[in-house]
């Protein structure tokens, strides 16, 4: 136990510092060199403290960013994890959606999709135009422009094209698709065409890890005679596309529009059974786009609602455009 003797009232005691006493006359002189050392030692000191209760201080305070483990491109293995299986939480209510998308009525689509196309192909012919009609459904007359510019601004895809869904309040979210396919489809959904390769209904998004969401969120729909197919580019060939196509009876594909388009321009994709085109219109990226916010996306979806096999089944009334 310390004595009263070892009190020196809060003080600092340099090391090596020789005990002194207080009686002020018995007190020695200290030199100017001395002093000029004790004043260096007591500044250095002080920074040392300083220094340690700062450092203190930031670690209570900043929050940890920096991750221990990282893998490609600064990403953790952790944060790769999470971003793969995001949607798999039920109703996949970990996604951004675009609740505007519920509110349009055929009209509103028609025009939505017009402007898209107006954005995006600003150099179209009036042939190119042409070729993106479907008949059934008039350009607008506005006067004072040219005929070009009409075509431009009018509703490019048909009205008539566009499946009313605006009646599904529910979310449109992942966990909430077959409830909305199953409200708006009058056909079992479980049932594919007997020919390879021709689904009922094709389901359009912007990613490829999007497109796995979306197929595991209608994997309920599969069984033996009835394939729902996974058809875009990434980890899986082209080659390996058609041969699923030529040799699998499917109901329903899920994909992205390039691989999609280039199946369905070999042949290996029929259309001639196709009654739903769905676009996952609804869904935001992490980067706040949706599909008809990048432009290689939205081509690819105005390529297959424009071709000639897909137009046709939209003109005859048996294909419809499902806005999710």
Not at 53 to 71: F, L, M, Y
Request: net charge positive.
């Amino acid at each position: 136990m310390e004595s009263e003797d070892d009190d020196y009232g809060g003080g600092v005691v340099l090391a090596g510092a020789e005990t002194l006493d207080f009686n002020m006359d018995a007190r020695p002189t200290p030199s100017m060199a001395e002093k000029r050392k004790r004043k260096r030692e007591r500044e250095k000191l002080n920074r040392q403290m300083s220094k340690k209760a700062k450092s203190e201080d930031d670690e209570a305070t900043t929050p940890q960013t920096t991750p221990k483990h990282r893998g490609k491109k600064g990403t953790t293995r952790k944060g790769r994890e999470s971003m793969s299986t995001a949607t798999d939480v039920p109703g996949g209510e970990g996604d951004p959606v675009n609740e505007d998308m519920a509110r349009m009525d055929p009209r509103l689509l028609a025009d939505y999709v017009a402007q898209r196309l107006r954005r995006f192909e600003k150099d179209l012919s009036s042939v190119e135009l042409d070729d993106r009609y479907i008949s059934g459904w008039p350009p607008y007359k506005v006067i004072g422009i040219s005929l070009h510019e009409q075509w431009d601004l009018s509703l490019i895809l048909a009205e008539s094209a566009f499946l009313d869904t605006t009646s599904f309040t529910s979310p449109r979210t992942l966990g909430n698709l077959p409830a909305y396919l199953e409200t708006f489809s009058k056909f079992a959904l479980v049932k594919s065409p007997a020919t390879p390769g021709t689904p009922h209904t094709l389901v359009l998004t912007s990613a490829a890890l999007r497109a796995t969401d979306l197929a595991r969120a209608v994997r309920k729909y599969q069984t033996k005679d009835s394939l729902v197919a996974k058809l875009f580019a990434k980890h899986i060939k082209l080659k390996d596309s058609v041969t699923t196509c030529q040799t699998s009876r499917m109901g329903i594909g899920v994909g992205t529009p390039g691989r999609m388009l280039d199946l369905i321009k070999q042949g290996a994709l029929k259309v001639n059974e196709l009654r739903n085109v769905v676009i996952d219109a609804s869904h935001i990226d992490k980067k706040g786009f949706g599909v008809f916010d990048v432009r290689e996306a939205q081509k690819g979806v105005m390529e297959i609602l424009g071709f000639a096999g897909v137009r046709a089944r939209f003109e005859s009334g048996e294909g419809r455009i499902m806005f999710y």
